[in-house]
């Protein structure tokens, strides 16, 4: 599987913005039916954050991010710009991708994972 990298992790304070990335090693992410933001906080499970179509006309959104996160897409890069971050969103996130065009809120229908990059918001 080609591989997923996800950039743009930092620490912040609360209400202050960041945007992470998702590259597939140089190549177009448009092979993906679905790709998705998972994040998981320390301590916890992974949860769905944000999912968005190939075609970067469908997202779904996990309700307590809504109003603040914005899933977007190119040829190249997955993004997730997130607005007025709290300390409750501090964690590993994480790029994943399933071959189906549904957007599940279900972490376990995805089946290709990056890394992670942290993102650390201090109160």
């Known amino acids: 599987q080609v591989q997923l990298i996800e950039a743009g992790g930092g620490l912040v304070q609360a209400g202050r913005s960041l945007r992470l990335s998702c590259a597939a090693s140089?190549?177009?992410?448009?092979?993906?039916?679905?790709m998705a933001w998972v994040r998981q906080a320390p301590g916890k499970e992974r949860e769905f954050v944000a999912a968005?179509?190939?075609?970067?006309?469908n997202s779904y959104y996990a309700d307590f991010v809504k109003g603040r996160f914005t899933i977007s897409k190119d040829d190249f890069t997955m993004n997730l710009q997130m607005d007025r971050l709290e300390p409750e969103d501090t964690g590993v996130y994480y790029c994943?991708?399933?071959?189906?065009?549904?957007?599940?809120?279900?972490?376990?229908?995805?089946?290709?994972w990056g890394q992670g990059t942290q993102v650390t918001v201090s109160s």
């Open positions: 968005i179509s190939r075609t970067g006309v």
């Open positions: 140089g190549r177009t992410v448009n092979t993906y039916p679905t």
């Open positions: 994943a991708t399933r071959t189906s065009v549904t957007l599940s809120p279900n972490r376990y229908m995805y089946n290709n």
